[in-house]
């Protein structure tokens, strides 16, 4: 995949973003001025190696890599070392995620926005501004990109699990209410099986000399389960009052001890416990309150948490 046209990194990266910091956002920590990453455990980089991953072309081909949670836990150790305390790395990822948003569609751009998401989860003097700086472009430009229906589903489950993981991220969501109206506007008629005016459910792809409308799999939607726990996650980080959730980027014992609703057949929803994971088979242990009990790869079944609400037309058993 050919990467998008990107700006060449400014020569003074680290004063563009110390400019960018007096645009609203935390000051930049005294002392953090950039220049060479810090050290990282088992990171041990040359010279020609540093020159080559600081390239925003590196950037973007290491993103485009994380497509799985798997990929996610190999590389963050690699994009983590990179931007440690450099607010220069911050900005050219930053222009490389906007890049993202602008060209890749629906499940292409969950890559690009988990390295986001390691971004803004790394623990270094620079985890306040960082998350000012960033979520203020990305959900500009998400705004922007809101009449593809699709990419903005993906974009907003991934802000959603940027908010679960980062008190920064969930505290800039909960001041910034204007500038994500939006969201909220968005979700709702979602949730309503309605589409914004004007909007489509695909980017336009291009073909030849041109562009052509994709064509949409209804297979590749979010199912109305689905939407009704998205919208209730993405409710409750604007609200900041996060409810309980779980997705793939969550290591998978957090699960464990949860009180989860399975859909059965014909909509009936039957609660159990989780009492276990199974590292080897990647399975759920399921104790329901009947006494049966089942082993689930849980991102195969529709379920939801008991304390949460149960979706239209289930029927609890």
Known sequence: VRPPRLAPAPADADAAAAAAADDGAPALPDGVVGGEPESG????????????????????????????????????????????????????????????????????????????????TLDDDLREWRAHIMCSRLVAEMEQQARYVLATEASLCMLARMAKASPAVAGWLREHAEECAWMERFLELRRLGQLPQGAQMLKPRRVGGGYVQGAHNHAFGMTRVQMLMQYNLMRGAL?????????????????????????????????????????TTLEHHVVYDDGDERDYIIANK????????????????
């Open 41 to 120: 455990p088992g990171l041990e980089l040359g010279e020609r190696e540093q020159r080559m991953v600081d390239m925003p072309v590196f950037l973007w081909r290491l993103l485009k890599q994380i497509k799985k949670v798997l990929h996610k836990k190999t590389l963050q150790p690699l994009l983590q070392h990179l931007l440690r305390n450099r607010p220069g790395a911050t900005l050219e990822l930053l222009d490389v995620l906007c890049a993202a948003l602008k060209k890749e569609d629906h499940m292409d751009l969950k890559g690009p926005l988990r390295g986001a998401l390691m971004a803004l």
């Open 239 to 279: 609200a900041g009052e996060l409810p309980d959730s779980y997705d793939s980027d969550d290591e998978p014992q957090a699960l464990v001890g949860k009180r989860i609703r399975v859909r059965w057949k014909a909509d009936k929803y039957y609660s159990g416990t989780v009492q276990a994971f199974n590292p």
């Open 302 to 317: 529709t379920w939801t948490f008991v304390s949460g609400p149960l979706p239209p037309n289930a029927a609890p058993m």
